[in-house]
């Protein structure tokens, strides 16, 4: 009985030592190593380049914060301001972007930098239909760029999406120029489509408002104002609808009824 009982207690035995043995090695096992900033700097890259931008926002912070007289200092905010722009969070990205502006000014980023910013308005714009004051923020962004770098090798893009912008804008006018004749307010409409002869002369809607302002003239039996418009039409440049209603116009000019 009493060897029966000896058996039992032995594993019991041997889990008690084992546990003994599991807390000593806890015990001295050493406390993590705090990462440098370089460390912390290098973890947040590998971070960034995995798309695992909350990991690397928190790492390039700690660097941005912790030793802003680094060498690396500008590149982290760069980086960090870069995170937010991956993530969508382009507000947030403005910031960032504009902090490494104001602190590190001297930075060979600063150039790349002024760029993003206006990318990062340009993302934030909506469609031209709603609230236009990102797209406003984005043209002048875009606009002043090519002021301060006029031989950047970015400036193409930043002409291309001012175009796109400007044309966004045009077309709402036009479209709205285009409502005030349904309604047949022909003196609205005219008002509206000089908008864009005014202020977006330079987008694919230009010849297409002439012909509209030549037709509100028309109802409204202005000939002169009508032939005047119907000149600067560039007739190879309309669409089969309106090459159809420019020459319309033309036998009209020619058959005026008295």
């Known amino acids: 009985m009493k060897k029966h009982l000896v058996l039992c207690l032995i594993p019991v035995l041997g889990m008690l030592l084992s546990g003994c043995s599991g807390s000593k090695e806890v015990e001295a096992k050493e406390p993590p190593k705090e990462r440098s900033y370089i460390e912390r700097y290098e973890d947040a890259l590998v971070n960034f380049e995995a798309k695992k931008y909350y990991k690397s926002i928190e790492d390039f912070t700690y660097v941005v914060f912790n030793a802003p007289g680094s060498d690396i200092a500008d590149d982290a905010q760069y980086y960090l301001a870069s995170s937010h722009y991956a993530l969508k969070e382009y507000l947030l990205a403005i910031d ?51 002021d301060e770098y006029p031989f950047s090798e970015n ?75 119907l000149n600067k039409v560039s007739e190879a440049d309309l669409s089969a609808k309106n090459k159809l209603n420019y020459n319309k116009l033309l036998n009209l000019s020619m058959d005026w009824p008295e």
């Open 96 to 146: 960032e972007y504009q902090q490494l502006l104001r602190r590190w000014p001297a930075s060979d980023l600063y150039e790349k930098t002024r760029f993003k910013i206006a990318e990062c308005y340009y993302m934030q714009s909506p469609g031209y239909q709603r609230d236009q004051q990102y797209i406003l923020k984005a043209i002048a962004a875009y606009q002043d760029f090519i």
């Open 155 to 229: 400036r193409a893009n930043a002409e291309e999406r001012i175009r796109e912008l400007r044309s966004g804008l045009a077309k709402k006018v036009y479209e709205a120029g285009q409502l005030y004749m349904v309604l047949r307010e022909w003196n609205a409409a005219i008002i509206t489509f000089n908008e864009i002869l005014d202020s977006y002369y330079d987008t694919p809607y230009l010849n297409d408002t002439y012909l509209e302002i030549a037709t509100c003239y028309a109802k409204l039996l202005k000939r002169e104002d009508m032939i005047r418009m």
